[in-house]
C-alpha cells in the first residue's frame, strides 16, 4: 500500500439515550448498561445491555464532521439467555447474526439478530479461566470478511500478574480466533499493556480501575484499543478516563503457549495513544463499547462508542453514544467488487451479489454492499461489473487483475458488462425459482 497516513482521530462529542426500547415481541424494556456496540451498516447499529438479555437497535444520523446529529432506539432483542455480555459483533446480512463476548464466562456467543435464538457458543483457552472476576473479556470485533474475531481480557489474568494501580498499568492478553470449517478457533494470543490510573488514589475509596475495554479494527486492518480508566482523587472525587490507541502487533510475541506472563520473556506489542479524555461530561462517563461506524461524505470514517451507565452505582455516566472522527485517510484495501476477498473481482463475488441483491438493510461488503449503505442495490451491482477486469489479452484468454489496486484502472468493455449483467439476471431468476420451489437455497 501506498503512503501509510499515521491514523488521527478527533473526539466528536455525545449524544444521550432514551431509557427504554421495544424488543421483537413489542415488548418494552428499560435500557441500563449498555456495554457495546456494532455497525449494521448504513446508520444502523445494535447495542448489547450487560448482565441481561437484550440487545437495542440504534438508528444513529451524523453531521458532516461526523459529530451525532441524532439518534433514536429503533427496536430491540430478547436472547434466549441472560449473560453479562460486554461486547458485540455483528456478522452480515446472509447470517443475521451477532456474536457477544460473555465477561464471565468467558465466552463468545453465537445468536440470531432477530429472533435472539443462541446459534453457537466458543469457549474461552484455558489461561483464561484464570480471570479475575469482573475483568474477564470486555472487548469484541470481528474483522471484514468473518476470517477472525479478537476479544481480550480487561486485567490481568491471575497467572499473569497483577492489577493496575495508580503507578502501574495491568498486562492482558489480546486474544484472536481463526475462522475454522464450523465456527472459530482460538489463535495467537499478545501481551498488551495498559496504562495506570489517569489519577492517584482516594484512601477512602476501592472501585477504581484501569483496563482494556474494547477492541476495533479498521478497513485497512489496524487494530485499535480502547482503554477505561476510573479513579477517585482528593477525599473522594471520581472521574473517568477514556484512552484510544493503534495498536502495532509486528514482532509482538505469541504467548499463547505460556501458561503464566509473570517473569517471562515475551514483546508486548506496540502502542500509539490516538486520543485520551472525556468520553461525555465535564469528568468523563463510562464509555465501554466502541466501532466503526459509515464513512461521512467526506469519506472520513466515523467511530461510535457506547456508555454504560451502571445502573444506580455510577453517578457520573448515563446512557449516551460518543462520536468520533477518524480524520486521516483509511483506505480500504479490498477490490470494489471482490465481495468474497478473495482478491480477484469474479463470478464467485457475482454469486454472493446475486444471493443478497435487493437487502434493504445490514448488509455489509462481504454481502456485496460496496458503496456502505447498508443495502445491496443497483449500485452496487453497478460497481461490481465495472470493477470485473475482463478483457482479452493477446493470447485471446481472459485474464483477472490479481493485484489491482486501482479501482477505475480496469474498464471492462461494454461486452463485460453485459455478460455480468446477463449473468446477475440468471442468478436472481434462478434464485426466484428456487423460492417458487421453496427448495433449500445453495446460494448465501
Ligand atoms: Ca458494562
Ligand atoms: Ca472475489
Ligand atoms: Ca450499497
Request: charged share 20%; aromatic share 6%; proline share 5%.
Amino acid at each position: 500500500m501506498a503512503c501509510a497516513e499515521p491514523v488521527a482521530v478527533v473526539h466528536r462529542g455525545s449524544a444521550p439515550l432514551p431509557a427504554t426500547a421495544v424488543d421483537q415481541n413489542a415488548a418494552p424494556f428499560n435500557v441500563t448498561g449498555l456495554s457495546g456496540i456494532t455497525h449494521l451498516g448504513g446508520n444502523h447499529f445494535a447495542a448489547v445491555v450487560d448482565n441481561s438479555n437484550k440487545l437495542v437497535h440504534l438508528e444513529v444520523q451524523f453531521a458532516a464532521d461526523g459529530s451525532l446529529a441524532g439518534a433514536t432506539p429503533v427496536g430491540g432483542t430478547t436472547l434466549s439467555q441472560s449473560r453479562d455480555y460486554e461486547a458485540i459483533a455483528y456478522t452480515n446480512a446472509r447470517l443475521k447474526t451477532v456474536w457477544l463476548a460473555d465477561e464471565g464466562g468467558p465466552r463468545l456467543d453465537e445468536f440470531d439478530l432477530k429472533t435472539g435464538e443462541l446459534l453457537r457458543t466458543v469457549a474461552a483457552p484455558s489461561p483464561f479461566g484464570q480471570r479475575r472476576n469482573g475483568f474477564g473479556w470486555e472487548s469484541l470485533v470481528r474483522r471484514a470478511g468473518g476470517g477472525e474475531l479478537w476479544t481480550a481480557n480487561e486485567e490481568a489474568l491471575t497467572v499473569d500478574g497483577g492489577v493496575s494501580s495508580p503507578t502501574s498499568g495491568t498486562t492482558v492478553r489480546l486474544l484472536r480466533y481463526a475462522a475454522g470449517d464450523e465456527s472459530y478457533v482460538a489463535a495467537e494470543q499478545y501481551a498488551y499493556p495498559v496504562e495506570p490510573w489517569h489519577v492517584g488514589d482516594s484512601s477512602l475509596t476501592s472501585a477504581e480501575r484501569s483496563g482494556l475495554v474494547e477492541l476495533v479494527a479498521l478497513p485497512d486492518g489496524k487494530l485499535l484499543a480502547l482503554e477505561r480508566s476510573l479513579a477517585f482523587s482528593g477525599l473522594i472525587s471520581p472521574s473517568f478516563e477514556n484512552r484510544l490507541y493503534e495498536v502495532d502487533l509486528a514482532g509482538a510475541t505469541n504467548v499463547a503457549g505460556m501458561a503464566s506472563l509473570a517473569g517471562a520473556t515475551y514483546t508486548p506489542v506496540g502502542k500509539r495513544l490516538l486520543w485520551s479524555g472525556a468520553a461525555a461530561g465535564a469528568v468523563g462517563m463510562n464509555m465501554e463499547g466502541l466501532t466503526v461506524g459509515p464513512r461521512l461524505a467526506s469519506g472520513n470514517l466515523t467511530l461510535v462508542g457506547i456508555v454504560d451507565d451502571g445502573g444506580a452505582s455510577d453517578p457520573l455516566s448515563a446512557n449516551a453514544l460518543v462520536a468520533f472522527e477518524v480524520t486521516s485517510a483509511v483506505a480500504d484495501p479490498s477490490l470494489v467488487g471482490d465481495a468474497n476477498l478473495d482478491g480477484r473481482v469474479d463470478a464467485a463475488d457475482v454469486a454472493v451479489l446475486a444471493s443478497t441483491y435487493g437487502t434493504s438493510s445490514g448488509a455489509q461488503w462481504e454481502d456485496a454492499d460496496f458503496d456502505g449503505d447498508g443495502q445491496v442495490t443497483l449500485d452496487d451491482l453497478a460497481a461490481l461489473a465495472r470493477a470485473l477486469p475482463v478483457a482479452a489479452n493477446a493470447s485471446g484468454r481472459t485474464t483477472v487483475a490479481a493485484n489491482q489496486t486501482d479501482q477505475h484502472a480496469a474498464t471492462p468493455e461494454p461486452s463485460a458488462v453485459a455478460l455480468i449483467a446477463a449473468a446477475v439476471a440468471m442468478l436472481l431468476a434462478a434464485r426466484w425459482f428456487i423460492r417458487r420451489q421453496k427448495l433449500p437455497r445453495s446460494l448465501g
